[in-house]
Nanobody, 127 residues
Framework: VQLQASGGGLVQAGGFLRLSCAAS????????MGWFRQAPGKEREFVAA????????NYSDSVKGRFTISRDNAKNTVYLQMNSLKPVGTAVYYC?????????????????????WGKGTEVTVSS
């Protein structure tokens, strides 16, 4: 499956962005989907995840309450609504897909457990 993230850009602190990740080549319904981010000079970190049905979601503590992950399986697309953005959120955001049972059913996933990665979209939050 190929993943293409979009929607990044430059936004002021306190602002919002909505990222999209379109899957092609295969239906993403058999995957748990996640968003990760990598800031300059840092390791890629988990942001949010969603089970195949959308019924289970998980978030990192740093974004909980501000970000919302969702998916539309009919459109083969997963979204990340990011509100109240902070300068520390400046990073390249990647979407990824996992075939693991825990990812599919519970939306639980780790960076090393992902099977497919998109190329990323850059988000810059100015202070």
């Amino acid at each position: 499956v190929q993943l293409q993230a979009s929607g990044g850009g430059l936004v002021q602190a306190g602002g919002f962005l909505r990222l999209s990740c379109a899957a092609s080549g295969r239906s993403m319904i058999s995957f748990g989907m996640g968003w990760f981010r990598q800031a300059p000079g840092k390791e890629r970190e988990f942001v949010a995840a969603i089970s195949w049905s959308g019924g289970r979601t998980n978030y990192s503590d740093s974004v909980k309450g501000r970000f919302t992950i969702s998916r539309d399986n009919a459109k083969n697309t997963v979204y990340l609504q990011m509100n109240s953005l902070k300068p520390v959120g400046t990073a390249v955001y990647y979407c990824a897909a996992s075939r693991s049972d825990t990812a599919q059913t519970m939306g639980v996933m780790t960076r090393d457990g992902m099977n497919y990665w998109g190329k990323g979209t850059e988000v810059t939050v100015s202070s």
